[in-house]
């Protein structure tokens, strides 16, 4: 894993020294080694920037940025097939001077082009400046396992894996988007292509950004969308014979992610998604793998049933409980590891499990996103019984429902504002086509009331398109609308982004297991009720309980929490005074000084019936002082 930066800077206020102090800003991404380059064409000075943690060949060789014939790349990330393309590349005449899957992709690219990309399996996002055409060509990979930003403002061109080195170069204007901002409060993230600052984006999964230096000119080009596979025809497969594929499928991809020349360990919380990595994975190795739980004296505590897990399957299992205290330690640094304002507090544990696994190992596979490809989450549930119910309201009453709970809404008293949002929320979807009802009502769960937001926001704002607003039409159920969504928006800006900046933190490497794009692509085209039916997340469960038996398993999901709230109203409240007190909200300009203050006390006096508030406008406060101020 790596930090990746530079620019294209067609007004000579770039060089070297800037380059590296904005290299310098990344280097708890990669500390094993540093590169900058600088390039110059006719109308550009062009810098490319790298911090390297050493994972596949330790030696010199491997240092970036790297060059071969007319091209010069700098990645983030890793490609575990690597060794079989360096195979196909040699036979077509290529020779390389390191094990680097670097250089690989680098002779990938000069062999194929820009398709290239078709033939990795990886997580990688990487930029390749082709000097013979002047063009710059930025990739992301299918899911967004590893980040990218980008700048194109007043003739200056900027990247790179996190905001911070933007704010090293002295031609970055940080004016803050203020839709952005309304983006964060609805989702505790900013969605990409979005960015919180102005002429600032973020390269999505899948797609590539091509800078043609000589017309001054970028093309964004998309070449993959978890969304086409969603609306192929569902696979005449019978539920057997889809088992025992998928079951290749994982153990396949589970493989690759231990592809390393230095130590690897899994997270290990307990659960179905964590257990099949592991279990898997030991089941076809001698040694025993390291695993990695962090646990809690207060919240949700997994550990336990982690540590019965690590003895059934045999790893040599490490588990640290944490105090208090060094879980409080934490939150000041969320701000800079997180540069955008970010409000998923599982970051914190994840930050603590990613310190603990640092000390034995220098990559962590961390089993994310089974939730989201196998429909693991409970509110789907809740999710289906809602949408049967309202597809039974007959045509001819929709108009009258609307009104219904239109007045109902603005009859039930303010203080009770999740009862009077759902009344909103229903009317609104009684008064819609009824072809965009299951994604109107699966974005319901995850914004703010209208009325909320009324009270908050101080200045205007613009809803900005996101993939809720998708088109569905060719997709075979209502529910893959939400797993898609989920897998194009929560897994990616807010699960990835989570796991990337924890581990980075400590300079730990976290791979993705799940996200090998071949167990998506074949999962999304399964019958919904392989996934879900009476048993959520039917087909995993079914392949994870040949390796682990149910009893250690069978137990109602909790997830990763620590008591956040308590903590606000105790240890921690001197950071609601310091953060959100009158003039600090008003110095930042975006939010009602007395509402603010209002959803503080309520939250105090325990009044506050959705505390995740507090916590956002908290977070956003934080990292405001820390960027802005």
């Known amino acids: 894993m790596c930090g990746i930066c530079g620019f294209i800077d067609f007004k000579s206020g770039s060089d070297i020294e800037i380059l590296k102090e904005m290299v310098s800003t990344l280097y708890h991404r990669g500390p094993d080694d540093r590169g900058s380059d600088i390039f110059l064409s006719e109308n550009a000075i062009i810098g490319l920037g790298h911090t390297r943690l050493s994972i596949i060949d330790l030696s010199p060789s491997g240092h970036q940025p790297m060059n071969y014939a007319h091209l010069c790349i700098v990645l983030n990330g890793e490609i575990y097939n690597y060794n079989e393309l360096k195979d196909n590349l040699k036979e077509l005449g290529h020779k390389f001077i390191s094990e680097s899957d670097t250089e690989v992709v680098l002779h990938a690219f000069f062999e194929w082009g820009i398709s290239c990309v078709s033939k990795f399996i990886g997580m990688f996002a990487f930029v390749i400046l082709d000097k013979k055409n002047l063009e710059v060509t930025l990739v992301s990979d299918r899911a967004g396992v590893k980040p990218l930003f980008y700048y194109w403002h ?116 307990g659960g179905f998604d964590s257990t099949a990595v592991t279990a898997i994975l030991q089941s076809i190795r001698s040694e025993k793998l390291k695993t990695f739980t962090i646990g809690f004296m207060e919240g949700n505590n997994e550990a336990p049933f982690a540590k019965e897990i690590a003895k059934y399957i045999g790893t040599e299992h490490t588990e640290y409980y944490c105090t208090t205290n060094e879980t409080q330690e934490i939150i000041p640094t969320l701000p800079y590891f997180y540069d955008e304002p970010f409000a998923d507090s599982s970051a914190i544990p994840t930050m603590l499990v990613s310190k603990l696994a ?69 009317s609104e979807i009684f008064s819609t086509d009824q072809k965009l009802r299951p994604q109107l009502l699966h974005h319901s769960y995850y914004i703010l009331s209208k009325m909320i937001k009324k009270e908050l926001f101080s200045i205007p704002y613009q809803n900005l398109p996101t993939s809720f607003e998708n088109d569905f039409v060719d997709f075979k159920d209502v529910l893959s609308i939400a797993l898609a969504t989920d897998y194009q928006m929560y897994l990616q800006n807010d699960i990835l982004t989570k796991v990337d900046r924890a581990t980075m933190s400590v300079s730990l490497e976290g791979r993705e297991p799940f996200l090998d794009h071949r167990i998506i692509e074949f999962a999304a085209q399964l019958p919904i009720e392989y996934k879900f039916g009476v048993i959520q997340k039917l087909i995993l469960k079914d392949i994870v309980y040949k390796y682990v038996p149910k009893r250690l398993l069978d137990r109602p999901k909790t997830g990763f929490t620590i008591p956040i709230y308590s903590w606000l109203k105790n240890d921690l409240y001197y950071l609601l ?53």
């Open 154 to 269: 007043n003739g200056l061109f900027l990247f790179s894996s996190e905001l911070k080195a933007f704010h090293k170069h002295p031609g970055f204007n940080k004016k803050i988007n203020t839709n952005a901002v309304y983006q964060y409060m609805d989702l505790l993230y900013i969605p990409s292509p979005y960015c919180i600052f102005e002429h600032c984006g973020k390269l999505e999964p899948g797609h590539i950004l091509k800078f043609k230096t000589t017309k001054k000119s970028l093309e964004i080009i998309k070449y993959w969308d978890v969304f086409d596979f969603y609306k192929l025809p569902r696979l005449n497969i019978s539920f057997g014979e889809a088992k025992d594929e998928l079951e290749k499928l994982l153990l396949s991809a589970f493989q690759y992610r231990m592809v390393s020349d230095v130590p690897v360990g899994v997270f290990l919380s």
């Open 358 to 426: 640092r000390e034995s190992v220098t990559v962590a596979l961390s089993a994310d996103a089974g939730d989201e490809i196998f429909a693991g989450y409970t509110y789907y549930k809740t999710f289906q019984k809602n949408l049967e119910l309202i597809t039974r309201v007959p045509e001819i009453a929709w108009k009258s429902f609307s009104n219904l709970t239109d007045f109902a809404s603005k009859i039930t008293p303010d203080s009770n504002f999740r009862l009077k949002n759902k009344f909103a929320v229903l």
């Open 577 to 629: 005074e310091e953060n959100l007190n009158s003039a600090k909200i008003n110095e930042a300009g975006f939010f009602k000084p007395l509402f603010v203050d209002k959803l503080k006390q309520d939250f105090i006096k325990g009044h506050l019936q959705d505390p995740t508030i507090i916590w956002k406008l908290l977070q956003f406060q934080m990292w405001y002082n820390r960027w802005i101020h």
